[in-house]
């Protein structure tokens, strides 16, 4: 897949979604053209990249062609925190009181991100990224880094940009986990619409994630004694993600328990709804462990980096992520 042209929306590969309001008739330039060069290059691209990912929605609004509209499972009212509009690409948009984040508003020439503006460090958080755009191209991502973490670094290349260093741990769409330029699998896709949950358990130092509220595993290990910040980044055109639930909570006896319960019950049953508890103990806990509490059918739960390793008795063996970065519209290299 030509490079130049890889987060291009592109007419022939239109999201049917009725809220993605694209301009697929943009080229990098942001003018409309007469399509004649990008014919040759339509017979080049990859199919996969261009197309948006369906069927993971956490509601069925896409069905009904209620994209735009969805507000579902955006039920809180009360933010801990905000994406920083001092920490963000240069082509990153926020709105919604911060919460949201468009990126590449004409058009795309490389990859976006940007950085919750609070740091974790010693407790337990939780919070929930909604993909509000049709999801595709190279990478669009959702993780943790440090304030080393180089926003700017790939703004004129295509890449997996949360993961890519030391300093990041990320969760890609196409269900790849993310880290020190190397790649591992994890989950299945997740597309428009999917809720996509974090877990940073910072007493254990490990990071979780969930995907329309069904947990998938332990992703990493190791965290202990970092200051991290949520990060979410894309190199799609007009992409957007949404921060819908944040919490955060010491690490207690109380959380340790309802982990605990959460495992000896059913993962079918309801926590909240098996064991009697005062009234006042339930309300707190369905308003701040519901995701932890709640029926969770497993879809995949996905050992660690170093479980998968550990189990084989071998040394790790990742893929490397430089295959997934491309170099912006100077360069000619192609992706696979």
Request: proline residues 4%; charged residues 25%.
């Given at each position: 897949?030509?490079?130049?042209?890889?987060?291009?929306?592109?007419?022939?590969?239109?999201?049917?979604s009725?809220?993605?309001?694209?301009?697929?008739?943009?080229?990098?330039?942001?003018?409309?053209?007469?399509?004649?060069?990008?014919?040759?290059?339509?017979?080049q691209?990859?199919?996969?990249?261009?197309?948006?990912?369906?069927?993971e929605?956490?509601?069925?609004?896409?069905?009904?062609?209620?994209?735009?509209?969805?507000?579902?499972?955006?039920?809180?009212?009360?933010?801990?925190?905000?994406?920083?509009?001092?920490?963000?690409?240069?082509?990153?948009?926020?709105?919604?009181?911060?919460?949201?984040?468009?990126?590449?508003?004409?058009?795309?020439?490389?990859?976006?991100?940007?950085?919750?503006?609070?740091?974790?460090?010693?407790?337990?958080?939780?919070?929930?990224?909604?993909?509000?755009t049709?999801?595709?191209?190279?990478?669009?991502?959702?993780?943790?880094?440090?304030?080393?973490?180089?926003?700017?670094?790939?703004?004129?290349?295509?890449?997996?940009?949360?993961?890519?260093?030391?300093?990041?741990?990320?969760?890609?769409?196409?269900?790849?986990?993310?880290?020190?330029?190397?790649?591992?699998?994890?989950?299945?896709?997740?597309?428009?619409?999917?809720?996509?949950?974090?877990?940073?358990?910072?007493?254990?130092?490990?990071?979780?994630?969930?995907?329309?509220?069904?947990?998938?595993?332990?992703?990493?290990?190791?965290?202990?004694?970092?200051?991290?910040?949520?990060?979410?980044?894309?190199?799609?055109?007009?992409s957007?993600m949404?921060?819908?639930?944040?919490?955060?909570?010491?690490?207690?006896?109380?959380?340790?328990?309802?982990?605990?319960?959460?495992?000896?019950i059913?993962?079918?049953?309801?926590?909240?709804?098996?064991?009697?508890?005062?009234?006042?103990?339930?309300?707190?806990?369905?308003?701040?462990?519901?995701?932890?509490?709640?029926?969770?059918?497993?879809?995949?739960?996905?050992?660690?980096?170093?479980?998968?390793?550990?189990?084989?008795?071998?040394?790790?063996?990742?893929?490397?992520?430089?295959?997934?970065?491309?170099?912006?519209?100077?360069?000619?290299?192609?992706?696979?």
């Amino acid at each position: 897949m030509d490079a130049e042209t890889d987060e291009y929306n592109v007419a022939d590969e239109r999201p049917s979604s009725s809220s993605a309001e694209l301009d697929y008739e943009s080229d990098e330039s942001g003018e409309t053209g007469d399509g004649s060069d990008r014919d040759e290059v339509l017979s080049q691209l990859s199919v996969s990249s261009v197309k948006p990912v369906k069927g993971e929605s956490f509601c069925d609004c896409y069905k009904t062609g209620r994209e735009k509209e969805c507000v579902c499972g955006e039920d809180d009212s009360y933010f801990e925190w905000t994406w920083d509009s001092m920490s963000k690409s240069a082509a990153s948009f926020l709105k919604h009181d911060q919460r949201e984040v468009v990126f590449h508003v004409d058009y795309s020439c490389g990859t976006a991100a940007v950085r919750g503006n609070q740091p974790m460090v010693d407790d337990q958080y939780y919070w929930e990224v909604k993909m509000t755009t049709p999801v595709y191209g190279t990478d669009m991502m959702v993780g943790v880094g440090t304030v080393d973490l180089d926003l700017n670094k790939y703004r004129h290349k295509f890449c997996s940009l949360v993961g890519r260093d030391g300093d990041s741990w990320g969760l890609s769409y196409t269900g790849m986990l993310h880290n020190k330029g190397q790649k591992l699998p994890y989950a299945s896709k997740f597309g428009q619409g999917t809720i996509i949950g974090v877990h940073l358990d910072m007493w254990h130092g490990t990071l979780s994630f969930y995907k329309n509220r069904k947990p998938l595993g332990i992703a990493y290990r190791g965290l202990q004694g970092k200051k991290l910040y949520p990060v979410v980044s894309s190199t799609a055109a007009r992409s957007g993600m949404k921060v819908i639930k944040c919490r955060s909570f010491k690490t207690s006896l109380q959380f340790m328990c309802c982990q605990v319960l959460r495992t000896v019950i059913p993962r079918h049953l309801d926590v909240l709804q098996v064991i009697a508890m005062p009234p006042g103990l339930r309300e707190f806990l369905e308003n701040n462990i519901s995701w932890l509490l709640q029926p969770n059918p497993v879809e995949r739960l996905a050992p660690s980096y170093s479980d998968v390793f550990r189990s084989r008795g071998t040394k790790r063996k990742y893929s490397s992520s430089e295959e997934d970065c491309d170099d912006g519209p100077s360069s000619s290299k192609s992706s696979r």
